[in-house]
């Protein structure tokens, strides 16, 4: 029996919009082949910026490498199981929450500021602003009469 996940809201078109707007990269190719797991991004286009918030509950934000290479923003790091007490001995485990290593690349367009990108982390939520070049934000042209 397969399940078919239905979508009413046309969110898969969303999310192609996305990707559309990253230069089209997809999952498989935003996440490492040796991935655990990985974690949902939401991403927000503003006339001067790109805003990413990525859940990232129960990771150390110190444990979080965010670079910026070659229009390629890649975010990873390492999420582990929960420590077992020593004196206890665990009769059954239901993990539902991925572990391991996380990797995600999004390609950007030509039009950001690479050099004032600025993340912070709060409640297990990263958030990663990259503004756009000033020549890239949109101008409004007057017509001479």
């Known amino acids: 029996m397969q399940m078919v996940k239905h979508n009413p809201w046309?969110?898969?078109?969303?999310?192609s919009e996305i990707n559309r707007l990253f230069n089209g990269i997809t999952d498989a190719e935003s996440s490492?082949?040796?991935s655990?797991?990985?974690p949902t991004v939401d991403i927000q286009e503003f006339d001067s910026r790109f805003q990413l918030y990525v859940d990232l509950p129960g990771v150390n934000?110190?444990?979080?490498?965010?670079?910026?290479?070659?229009?390629?923003?890649?975010?990873s790091g390492k999420r582990g199981l929960p420590a077992t007490p020593?004196?206890?001995q665990m009769?059954?485990?239901?993990?539902?929450?991925?572990?391991?290593?996380f990797h995600r690349r999004f390609i950007l367009?030509?039009?950001?500021?690479?050099?004032?990108?600025?993340?912070?982390?709060?409640?297990?939520?990263?958030?990663?602003?990259?503004?756009?070049q000033a020549k890239a934000q949109?101008?409004?042209?007057?017509v001479a009469a």
């Open 86 to 88: 020593e004196d206890e």
């Open 32 to 34: 490492g082949a040796t």
């Open 109 to 132: 367009p030509d039009t950001v500021d690479a050099e004032n990108v600025e993340a912070g982390n709060q409640h297990g939520v990263l958030s990663i602003t990259i503004p756009k």
């Open 61 to 75: 934000p110190d444990a979080v490498e965010i670079t910026l290479d070659n229009g390629v923003l890649a975010i």
């Open 10 to 15: 046309g969110m898969g078109n969303l999310q």
């Open 36 to 38: 655990g797991w990985v």
């Open 138 to 142: 949109p101008r409004r042209i007057k």
């Open 91 to 101: 009769i059954n485990r239901r993990a539902e929450r991925g572990h391991g290593q």
